[in-house]
């Protein structure tokens, strides 16, 4: 019980509370089953938490919000992505590029959706997650269109807030077609 009570949120601990008067009078094999479901319920949480901060990124992405994206991400980060035509970009400048000269500069609306999300929990301060990405924009000539992208992006917690350490993305890249 200690380490889910150290979980992002305190739910299976209380559930675990309020689900058993005397924990220590169960037998051991019900206990490690109750054990066993609170931390699928702890689990899933934090599946849910990886797939909000990644919308959040996406979002601050979507809006050309720079200073956002960079609490976000951890300043070492590397990333393989088709701007960077093959190669490995580490830290933000090569990202800080486009806020500047592209997405804080678009004026019509973009709605993006994470699709079939997969989260890798690696611990309890690292995680993985990977989806499929469809953007919707209007073209030069107002008439709506779609672009898919993957993409993988791992996560690491650092003093109690998750950061990107690395992603990489296939397909679309970020300049939409006109």
């Given at each position: 019980c200690a380490r889910l009570c150290q979980a992002s949120s305190p739910l299976p601990c209380l559930l675990l509370i309020r689900s058993m008067q005397n924990?220590?009078?169960?037998?051991?094999?019900?206990?490690?089953?109750?054990?066993?479901?609170?931390?699928?319920?702890?689990?899933?949480?934090?599946?849910?938490?990886?797939?909000?901060?990644?919308?959040?990124?996406?979002?601050?992405?979507?809006?050309g919000d720079f200073e956002s994206y960079t609490k976000m991400?951890?300043?070492?980060?590397?990333?393989?992505?088709?701007?960077?035509?093959?190669?490995?970009?580490?830290?933000?400048?090569?990202?800080?590029?486009?806020?500047?000269?592209?997405?804080?500069?678009?004026?019509?609306?973009?709605?993006?959706?994470?699709?079939?999300?997969?989260?890798?929990?690696?611990?309890?301060?690292?995680?993985?997650?990977?989806?499929?990405r469809i953007t919707q924009y209007l073209d030069a000539g107002g008439i709506p269109r779609t672009a898919q992208s993957e993409e993988t992006r791992v996560w690491h917690r650092r003093d109690g807030k998750w950061q990107i350490v690395h992603f990489h993305r296939s397909g679309a890249p970020s300049v939409l077609p006109q």
């Open positions: 924990p220590f009078s169960l037998q051991p094999e019900k206990l490690l089953r109750k054990l066993s479901i609170l931390g699928n319920i702890s689990q899933e949480l934090r599946k849910q938490e990886i797939i909000k901060v990644t919308e959040q990124l996406i979002e601050a992405i979507s809006n991400c951890d300043p070492g980060m590397t990333a393989f992505e088709p701007e960077a035509l093959g190669n490995l970009v580490e830290g933000l400048d090569f990202h800080r590029f486009y806020f500047e000269n592209l997405w804080s500069r678009n004026s019509k609306p973009v709605h993006t959706t994470i699709l079939n999300p997969h989260i890798h929990l690696m611990g309890d301060e690292s995680a993985c997650i990977a989806y499929i």
